[in-house]
């Protein structure tokens, strides 16, 4: 890369990374490193956070999150997980349709009991 371009990408760095061509050349190569290894890890995390949101509302209706997947594969319903997340916190009673049909598909998705106080009401 040429020196201007260089110091287009160093603007905003610290010290001599941003006015000093050998230091800012290093700077940016190692910044370009950090940008494309990071677009993958944002894909990668924003999977992990979308499955813990899907989990949570399905445990508040007794079924753990694999059981449901599997129950909505079994009835082949074609929601992404994001979708589902979606669904998960914006949609409750569309979200409760559906782990009610995926635990009517997977027979490992048992109704919870009710126990205590929640018993007699």
Sequence with gaps: MNKDKIFKLAKGFRGRAKNCIRIARERVE???QYSYRDRRNKKRDMRSLWIERINA???LHGVNY???MHGLMKENIQLNRKVLS???MHE???FKSLVDVSRQ???GN???KKEGLSAVL
């Design 92 to 94: 409750p009673y569309t």
């Design 30 to 32: 190692k910044a370009l």
């Design 57 to 59: 509302g399905t445990r």
């Design 86 to 88: 979606e669904l998960s």
């Design 110 to 112: 048992k109704v919870p």
């Design 105 to 107: 598909a997977f027979p």
């Design 66 to 68: 694999g059981n449901f």
